[in-house]
């Protein structure tokens, strides 16, 4: 537990909630196609079945009673059963606690059974976190951080546990390192080149550390972590657009605009009017 309290205490701001989805989806009628993800995913079917598509997957295998947890990058989509609605939770998150993550990333994605209470509490979860994500309090950070670390907590204890943890790696090291003073320097939009120079690692060397450690290029990683921080501030703030772009380190709105439409296939005026409101949420 004490690792990822110290997660949590350390990564207020990287926890935030990016959003929160619940009810009843057709998909087996209408199957969704979503662009590669730019967050951590957590969903969960509660009643009903359906499943994951991946890229060049033919058939897709539904199952019921699951949690699926997916690593940003991923570019699935969703399938169900044509005759019935499945009922869903979904939650996303810029980053989650280390153990959980290298879980992920060890086996490309997780799917895990649920029980009867484990689905009730998603459920009360995402009841709870609604009316929260959509007016967000001085509170909700710590609120977002709580309901991150139960549902860790859910997905770790349904996996082998290892005997004795893994140390970091240097290479762990040097790219949590880069992510983190990338992050503090968005507004000057560094290189990968300058982010090695700061953790004292050649441009190659950074490169392949991020490959070793996070399977893609810093120059995606730093790409992605730009276009979370115009969500936090779309989400959080009335600040204009180009005072967003600014602030992550676009060279002005039109720029920032067309960053966020290439991975979102939407604009981020279209994104921040509906993304309070839960889009694709359909009442029972």
């Known amino acids: 537990m004490r690792a990822l309290y110290s997660f949590a205490a350390g990564s207020h701001t990287l926890a935030m909630l990016r959003y ?10 209408q199957p969704t196609k979503s662009p ?12 009903g079945q359906c499943a994951p598509v991946m890229p060049k997957q033919e058939n897709a295998l539904l199952k019921a009673n699951t949690l699926w947890i997916f690593a940003p990058g991923s570019d699935h989509g969703w399938t169900g059963n044509e ?20 879980a992920v990333l060890a086996q490309g994605h997780l799917a895990l059974p649920l029980d009867v209470s484990e689905r009730k509490r998603l459920v ?9 994500f959509q007016q967000p309090t001085n509170f909700s950070n710590l609120m977002y951080q709580g309901v991150l670390i139960e549902l860790t907590l859910l997905a770790l204890r349904k996996l082998p546990i290892l005997e004795k943890p893994l140390p970091p790696s240097p290479a762990k090291r040097t790219v949590e390192a880069a992510t983190s003073w990338f992050a503090s320097n968005l507004a000057i939009t560094p290189s990968v080149a300058q982010v090695a120079k700061e953790v004292h690692v050649s441009s190659s060397t950074l490169r392949r550390m991020f490959r070793e450690t996070r399977k893609e290029s810093p120059a995606r990683v730093f790409s992605r972590m730009r276009l979370e921080a115009s969500m936090k501030l779309m989400s959080e703030s009335t600040l204009k657009l180009d005072e967003i772009a600014e602030e992550c380190g676009y060279s002005c709105a039109s720029d920032f605009c067309r960053a966020f439409r290439s991975v979102m296939k939407i604009t981020p005026a279209v994104w921040r009017r509906t993304v309070l409101s839960g889009p694709g949420y359909v009442r029972k």
């Open 20 to 29: 929160v989805g619940l009810g009843y989806r057709r998909f087996g009628i």
């Open 36 to 47: 590669p993800r730019v967050n951590w995913e957590f969903f969960a079917v509660v009643s």
């Open 83 to 102: 005759k019935h609605r499945a009922y869903i939770t979904a939650f996303h998150f810029g980053v989650v606690p280390p153990q959980l993550e290298a």
């Open 124 to 132: 009360t979860i995402a009841k709870q976190m609604r009316p929260e």
